[in-house]
């Protein structure tokens, strides 16, 4: 059975920093192609950063030059690396795998201050 567990949300002040981690377990993590979406009160769930098997990254317009993904197969986790956090980044976080079978996290809440 596939499960991602994801960790590291918390309350943060504006301008400040959070690393989220994503824990996979029951699948070849080294094969997977991992994603981080958010999703804010009252909105769609939005895409936010993608690495694939391969290290290959895509990150959203509305936080390039701020978050940056990688991944450690050895430990079989997904980061997602968050800086100079703005109050608009307040969202519960998710991390999904994607392939034949797309499996999600429970969520994470990240919350900024103004």
């Known amino acids: 059975q596939v499960q991602l567990v994801e960790s590291g949300g918390g309350l943060v002040q504006a301008g400040e920093s959070l690393r989220l981690s994503c824990l996979v377990s029951g699948s070849d993590f080294s094969r997977a192609l991992m994603d981080w979406y958010r999703q804010a009160p009252g909105k769609q769930r939005d895409f936010v950063a993608r690495i694939t098997s391969g290290g290959l990254i895509r990150v959203a317009d509305s936080v390039k030059g701020r978050f940056n993904i990688s991944r450690d197969n050895a430990k079989s986790t997904v980061y997602l690396q968050m800086n100079s956090l703005k109050f608009d980044d307040t969202a519960v976080y998710y991390c999904?795998?994607?392939?034949?079978?797309?499996?999600w996290g429970q969520g994470t809440q990240v919350t900024v201050s103004s």
């Open positions: 999904r795998l994607y392939g034949p079978q797309t499996y």
